[in-house]
């Protein structure tokens, strides 16, 4: 019933900069964490930033290799997720994922189909 679209993604130059957003449509009043993630060619999924804004407050966390780059924050007007991402680099080369996670489920069951991040050098 929920669906999450991402947008954003793009080619860049190696230290430029994207915004990516994931906007959740229909019925989302059941979320209370999104996160994104990502996944490069030949690798596997890997966590990069998430937000929760359950009981009254919100709280962010990040991978190690996004620390000082990335900020992730969320419209709740416009019910979107967004990823900042400064100095980009080449390994940062991915799709990236939007994920959220339900009261429902406690888990992170809705996904959105990607949008696609290349950092030349």
């Known amino acids: 019933q929920v669906q999450l679209v991402e947008s954003g993604g793009g080619l860049v130059q190696a230290g430029g900069s994207l915004r990516l957003s994931c906007a959740a449509s229909g019925r989302a009043f059941s979320i209370y964490a999104m996160a994104w993630f990502r996944q490069a060619p030949g690798k596997e999924r890997e966590f990069v930033s998430a937000i929760r804004w359950s009981g009254g407050s919100t709280t962010s966390s990040y991978a190690d290799f996004v620390k000082g780059r990335f900020t992730i924050s969320r419209d709740n007007a416009k019910n979107t997720m967004y990823l900042q991402m400064n100095s980009l680099k080449p390994e940062d080369t991915a799709a990236y994922y939007c994920?959220?996670?339900?009261?429902?489920?406690?888990?992170?069951?809705?996904w959105g189909q990607g949008t696609l991040v290349t950092v030349s050098s």
């Open positions: 994920a959220a996670r339900t009261a429902i489920t406690g888990s992170y069951d809705l």
